[in-house]
């Protein structure tokens, strides 16, 4: 079994930064691609940014590119989210999940095996 824990959430005024952190642990060897979902009140679950195994690419939403930033410790099931320029409709519980098959698309939350338990965002305005 993989566990997965985010932290870093938090509140933050619009315009300011947060990073996430992310931890994929629980079988030796493996590594994931990452990504990063987000899910505001009322709303569906979201992509937000996706890491390939072996950080050769990145992808991200429409909505965050250029402020968002998703980044891994070398070798390692460790993933970062830099997040800067936040906006209010940013804000959401923030979900990282790990990708067991690493040729999966990145952008449907079904294509991942697991999940950790979500780190709050608020921004204000």
């Known amino acids: 079994q993989v566990q997965v824990v985010e932290s870093g959430g938090g509140l933050v005024q619009a315009g300011g930064s947060l990073r996430l952190s992310c931890a994929a642990s629980?079988?030796?060897?493996?590594?994931?691609?990452m990504g990063w979902f987000r899910q505001a009140p009322g709303k569906e679950r979201e992509f937000v940014a996706h890491?390939?195994?072996?950080?050769?690419?990145?992808y991200y939403a429409d909505s965050v590119r250029g402020r968002f930033t998703i980044s891994r410790e070398t070798g390692k099931n460790t993933v970062y989210l830099q997040m800067n320029s936040l906006k209010p409709e940013d804000a959401a519980v923030y979900y990282c999940?790990?990708?067991?098959?690493?040729?999966?698309?990145?952008?449907?939350?079904?294509?991942?095996?697991?999940w950790g338990q979500g780190t709050q965002v608020t921004v204000s305005s």
């Open positions: 629980g079988r030796p060897g493996g590594r994931y691609s």
């Open positions: 890491i390939t195994w072996n950080s050769a690419s990145t």
């Open positions: 999940a790990a990708q067991v098959y690493n040729g999966a698309y990145y952008g449907s939350s079904t294509s991942y095996d697991y």
